[in-house]
């Protein structure tokens, strides 16, 4: 899909927001010592997780109810320059085993790159040609109108639901007039790269362990747009997508709690997405959902530790932003120690080659070194646990080459994605241009 929105950057203010917490953060090392810095924040998310094992070890199992009759189903995909995924797409919603009517609704968004010809030869799906690209959320809000289903399935143009995964969630969505939307389990789809593979546990552990927890505080946080399936009534009620909005599924989710509707999730629901295999398009992805987050928090801040949501407004909401502030908080203390590092190791080698000394001892680098991956492993050892649990509630079987993987994005994933957070931080600080393409 794509969507651009002008922004009106501020430069200046951007600038003096850097430097201020720079100052903060560097006075904070300099009173209190950079090991204090960089443990309260990492404490901080130790007792997080360590809170939400204790939820989900105390989880009710979750049930798929037998319905006695299915609803009609349509199935909405937007589509925009996808030639590559959409038919694979295709293909897989109709192997499904839905047990009722279903309908197939194509929304091909103004595409240039030959999608909406190949769309034109395929058979057994309804096909809505724009001529005017407007981005995703138009296109479905589009495809709802023309929908004779009473449920709608939104599904991603690269996103591959497996058979069952319409029949299961469904039997979850009907078991409860108040239910608005009923979220699956996105699996990536061939994680044939070790970028893709860690990702591959992020999402595990994100729609497995973690899913599971939110659904047991009744906080569910978002209606994920490779598979989401919606009660029509409730969707038209709510106005459908915000098609100004560069995460619509995010703020779907926030604006059916504000409507005081229930979301749900299932994990015998799977569907596959493709994921970023560059680091380039990780950028890019994870800019458009980290500014998208932080922009509905301005839109949505009514609900934050407002008791009228629950879990949601008390608990999940503002300590998912809490914890991404300690992801700012350790990106600017990481940058601090390179560069003091960097300092300290080129003073120390001139004056060894004044002194006509070994340039360089690397003794105390390698114990400091064993000693910060000694650190980092008592303090993600809770998620040792959660990726464990997540490749159970998956039906994945954890080999030996899952170990790689598994200890870089356990190690340095968080690290690395928070530099990530902190570029969308400034940049809605910035206000700078919404690109979503």
């Not at 927001?17 to 130790?46: D, E, H, K, Q, T």
């Not at 604006?255 to 596959?272: F, I, M, Q």
């Not at 994005?409 to 700078?432: A, D, H, P």
Request: hydrophobic share 45%.
């Amino acid at each position: 899909m794509s969507l651009q929105i002008e922004g009106k950057p501020r430069p200046l203010f951007t600038i003096a927001a850097i430097l201020l917490i720079g100052l903060f953060i560097g006075i904070s090392i300099r009173s209190l010592g950079y090991f204090w810095v960089m443990l309260i924040p990492n404490l901080f998310l130790l007792a997080l997780t360590m809170t939400l094992l204790v939820v989900f070890l105390e989880k009710k199992e979750i049930k798929t109810p037998e319905l006695d009759k299915y609803p009609f189903l349509s199935v909405i995909i937007p589509a925009y320059n996808v030639k590559s995924s959409i038919e694979k797409c295709i293909t897989s919603v109709k192997a499904s085993d839905y047990p009722g009517e279903m309908e197939i609704i194509i929304v091909d968004d103004g595409s240039t790159d030959g999608t909406r010809e190949l769309l034109k030869e395929m058979d057994g799906v309804k096909l809505l040609l724009k001529e005017k690209n407007e981005g995703k959320a138009a296109s479905i809000n589009k495809g709802a109108k023309m929908a004779k289903g009473e449920v709608l399935a939104c599904v991603d143009s690269d996103s591959y639901p497996e058979p069952a995964a319409f029949r299961e969630a469904v039997a979850t969505l009907m078991k409860d007039d108040e239910v608005g939307a009923v979220t699956c389990f996105i699996r990536v789809e061939n994680p044939n790269s070790l970028l893709k593979k860690i990702q591959d546990i992020e999402y595990l552990t994100g729609f497995g362990f973690a899913q599971i927890t939110s659904r047991a505080m009744e906080a569910i946080f978002v209606t994920p747009g490779p598979t989401t399936i919606f009660r029509k009534s409730i969707f038209m009620d709510v106005g459908g997508f915000d098609e100004q909005n560069i995460t619509e599924d995010l703020e779907m989710a926030w604006r059916l709690r504000r409507h005081g509707y229930k979301l749900e999730y299932t994990p015998d629901a799977v569907s596959y997405t493709d994921v970023p295999g560059d680091i380039k398009s990780l950028f890019r992805q994870r800019m458009r959902w980290y500014r998208g987050k932080l922009y509905n928090l301005r839109k949505y801040s009514d609900m934050l530790f407002n008791p009228k949501y629950g879990y949601f407004g008390m608990f999940m909401f503002p300590l998912s932003f809490t914890a991404e502030f300690a992801g700012i908080v350790l990106s600017f203390s990481f940058l601090w120690l390179v560069l003091n590092q960097l300092s300290w190791t080129i003073q120390y080698m001139l004056s060894n080659l004044a002194l006509r000394a070994p340039l360089l001892d690397l003794s105390t680098m390698v114990v400091v070194g064993a000693s910060v991956i000694a650190m980092g492993l008592i303090l993600v050892s809770p998620w040792i646990i959660a990726v464990y649990f997540s490749h159970e509630i998956g039906k994945k079987k954890f080999t030996i080459g899952d170990i790689p993987p598994t200890l870089i994005f356990l190690l340095f994933y968080g690290t690395f994605i928070s530099f990530f957070y902190c570029i969308s931080f400034f940049k809605e600080v910035n206000r700078s241009d919404y690109r979503w393409k």
